[in-house]
C-alpha cells in the first residue's frame, strides 16, 4: 500500500476531520456558483413574450416598463409588479441579495434582525448578512489557495534551483539541458 494510500486511510478514520473535508468541498462548490445562490437579478425572466438573462446582461428599466434608461433595480416594487403580472415571471435566486445589495424596502430600521426577506439581518448599511458571508467565502478560500499555489510552486522552484547550482541531480531534465538549467540556476540563486 503506497504512503498516500494509507495518509488518507488514516484521515478517513477520523471521522470529525472525514466530515468536515466533506461540508468544506460542499460549501466551496456552492460558493463558486454565488451569484446563482444569491443576487439582486434574477437568473431568468419571461416578460411580454420574450426571455431575459440578467444575470448576463444589463437591461434598462425602461425594458419592464419602467421610466428610466438605467440599470433595472428587480428589487424595486414596481417592477416586481411587472414582472409577476399576467404571464410574465422571473426565477430568482435563493437569496434574493447581492453582497452590495442594499435592502430599501425593509420594514425595520438598519441593523435588522434575522427575518423572512433577511435570513440572517442585514448590517448597519442594510446590505444582506448571508449574502456577504456567501461572497466572502469565496474570496477567503480562494485566496488561501491561490497563496498556498503561489508559495508551493515558489518553494519548488527555489529548492531545485539550490540543489541544481550544488551540482545535484538534473531530473527532470535531459542531460542535454544540463548546461541550460545549470544556466537557469544562476539566474534564480
Known amino acids: 500500500m503506497s504512503p498516500g494510500r494509507r495518509a488518507w486511510l488514516r484521515f478517513r478514520a477520523n471521522r470529525r476531520g472525514y466530515v468536515s473535508l466533506w461540508i468544506f468541498s460542499v460549501a466551496f462548490i456552492l460558493c463558486l456558483g454565488a451569484e446563482f445562490l444569491s443576487n439582486d437579478a434574477p437568473i ?3 416578460y411580454e413574450g420574450q426571455w431575459y438573462v440578467p444575470q448576463f ?4 428599466e425602461t425594458t419592464f416598463g419602467g ?5 433595472t433595480d428587480y428589487l424595486d416594487p414596481f417592477i416586481q409588479a411587472r414582472l409577476s403580472a399576467g404571464a410574465n415571471w422571473a426565477w430568482w435566486p435563493l437569496n434574493p441579495y447581492s453582497f452590495d445589495t442594499l435592502n430599501y ?4 430600521p438598519n441593523p435588522a434582525p434575522p427575518s423572512a426577506a433577511n435570513l440572517l439581518g442585514t448590517d448597519d448599511r442594510g446590505r444582506d448578512v448571508l449574502a456577504r458571508l456567501i461572497y466572502g467565502f469565496r474570496v477567503s478560500v480562494l485566496f488561501g489557495l491561490a ?3 503561489i508559495g508551493v510552486l515558489l518553494g519548488v522552484a527555489a529548492g531545485r534551483c539550490r540543489g541544481i547550482s550544488q551540482g545535484g541531480s538534473t531530473w527532470p531534465f535531459s542531460a542535454s539541458l544540463k548546461s541550460g538549467v545549470r544556466c537557469l540556476s544562476s539566474i534564480c540563486c
Open 105 to 108: 424596502f425593509a420594514p425595520s
Open 57 to 60: 446582461k444589463v437591461y434598462p
Open 147 to 149: 497563496l498556498t499555489a
Open 44 to 46: 431568468l425572466v419571461r
Open 67 to 71: 421610466d428610466f434608461r438605467t440599470e
